[in-house]
């Protein structure tokens, strides 16, 4: 049974959802037929049609063609694969400007030759002669998603790892972890969320002291190139100058420890972080956040596990339960950086469960509307 041409449905195709939101910006080549040597005048119908390079699977879209537009066809070819160019299974390859014999539409969207109003009895134009290359075009693939690692500033031990990622997924969260030559298995985790071009960096979260080797594995399955710190891993120590006599020197007040800072959205210790922290994952657009130290201090269990770790140690560390920071970040790392010096690191990326009895369970639709994950810091003393 022909396809109908008429207002209420022709031919609309497998892909008449981006037809019906894009025709209305279609580009229109001429308000009636036009001729030439080697062309065909054709009619598009009622919808307007999407325009392609790869017919064979509908990819490599290009303009569309408006409803009514009049356009020159070179020739058509059979590929009945998309099922909606059947029954006869014909694409024209359309000669006018911008297509340009680039771009290829289904024969039967075309009035070909048919009235208007109807009746409605052609799917193709048999007077468009068959195309003499058979084979469909080809597209070029996308550029392989790549990670790239290079050694970094100087961390609390070692160097920090200095991360790059291109050709990813745009705007999604790509897991990374790290690795050297003695935690060949990974000893870090974390997420970077990718912008609009698939590119990610960062330079903020690992650090080794380890080695010889260094590298990244991104999604479990993108491994980065191999890189061997250089330089010291720390300031050489400096050798006080040789004494004729033993000496006492003077009593001294030991100078005051300055411990790593870092760089974000600062949150003062104020209550209820948990309802500030789940703000900043809806509307604050992935920007980092910099935790008061007192947060962290002000907890005497807290406070007497990070001392019990060695000075360039890290462990995790979970908040009791029914506590205010178990539910703005649940658990998160410590690093003991040197005698007096702490570091907090986490990667915020919001559980609703973890919230159940403390917020509306349906809050967390919101999560699909403009939410990004973060990264969390903050250090001091103990």
Not at 37 to 61: K, L, P, R, W
Not at 313 to 333: C, E, K, M, N, R
Request: net charge negative.
């Amino acid at each position: 049974m022909p396809r109908t041409k008429d207002p209420r449905g022709r031919s609309l195709k497998v892909f008449v959802a981006t037809i019906a939101f894009t025709s209305l910006s279609a580009v229109v080549v001429s308000s009636s037929p036009s001729s030439a040597a080697t062309t065909y005048s054709e009619q598009e119908g009622h919808y307007g049609v999407n325009t392609f390079t790869d017919y064979h699977n509908a990819s490599g879209e290009g303009s569309p063609i408006a409803a009514a537009a009049w356009v020159q066809i070179t020739c058509k070819v059979y590929d009945p694969t998309i099922a909606s160019v059947n029954p006869d299974g014909y694409w024209y390859q359309i000669a006018s400007a911008p297509w340009n014999n680039q771009y290829y539409s289904p024969a039967n969207t075309f009035m070909n030759g048919d009235p208007w109003n109807g009746p409605y009895t052609h799917n193709t134009d048999w007077n468009v002669p068959d195309c003499s290359q058979a084979p469909p075009p080809t597209t070029t693939p996308p550029p392989s998603a790549t990670v790239t690692l290079a050694q970094g500033v100087l961390g609390p031990l070692g160097y920090r790892y200095d991360i790059t990622l291109n050709n990813f997924a745009v705007s999604q969260s790509v897991s990374i972890e790290c690795f050297d030559s003695v935690s060949t298995s990974g000893f870090y985790n974390f997420t970077l969320q990718t912008d609009s071009a698939g590119h990610a960096y960062t330079d903020s979260y690992c650090y080794s002291a380890d080695g010889p080797n260094h590298w990244v594995i991104a999604n479990g399955t993108v491994t980065s190139n191999t890189v061997a710190w250089s330089g010291p891993a720390a300031p050489a120590p400096t050798t006080p100058p040789a004494t004729t006599q033993p000496t006492t020197p003077p009593a001294t007040t030991p100078p005051s420890e300055q411990c790593e800072q870092f760089q974000g959205v600062y949150y003062a210790d104020h209550g209820l972080l948990y309802l500030v922290m789940l703000h900043h994952y809806l509307y604050g657009g992935g920007q980092p956040v910099l935790l008061d130290w007192r947060y962290f201090s002000s907890s005497t269990a807290f406070s007497s596990f990070a001392q019990s770790l060695n000075v360039g140690a890290l462990a995790p560390y979970v908040f009791p339960q029914d506590s205010d920071l178990f539910f703005s970040i649940g658990h998160f790392t410590v690093y003991r950086t040197s005698d007096q010096c702490y570091a907090i690191h986490d990667y915020y990326n919001f559980d609703p469960t973890s919230l159940a009895h403390k917020l509306y369970l349906p809050l967390w639709l919101l999560t699909y509307v403009g939410a990004s994950d973060f990264a969390v810091n903050s250090s001091g003393k103990l």
